[in-house]
């Protein structure tokens, strides 16, 4: 199931296809981890989430809203910075790992306990 994910002024938030919020917590009530294939495994509020950092082929496309939601997003704050996918990620896996391990910092740097 594609999901919003937006880590903004402390809280983490996820929204699914249709806008309803999966979750909405501050960012120190996350725990996680990333596993060795790149998948990142996250626990709120009691329930483990496992994000894989791109599409699935049996997953339906994000909708209209989750886009104009990323989009609306992005257009008011400044781009994460960072050193971007390897050419083994990239090849491999489309940057999937390269996603996750961003979000794992991000998070980390927000507070959350992932490691």
Do not use: I
């Not at 402390?10 to 806008?19: H, P």
């Amino acid at each position: 199931m594609p999901v919003l994910m937006t880590l903004d002024q402390g809280w983490l938030r996820a929204c699914d296809r249709s806008g309803a919020e999966v979750f909405a917590v501050p960012a120190g009530e996350v725990a996680g981890r990333l596993t060795r294939l790149g998948t990142l495994l996250l626990t709120v509020g009691g329930r483990r989430y496992a994000l894989v950092g791109r599409d699935a082929a049996v997953s339906p496309d994000p909708s209209p809203e989750q886009k104009h939601g990323f989009v609306d997003f992005c257009a008011h704050r400044t781009p994460p910075t960072g050193d971007g996918p390897g050419f083994l990620d990239q090849l491999f896996n489309g940057a999937a790992a390269f996603n996750t391990r961003s979000w794992r910092n991000a998070l980390a740097a927000g507070g959350a306990g992932v490691r």
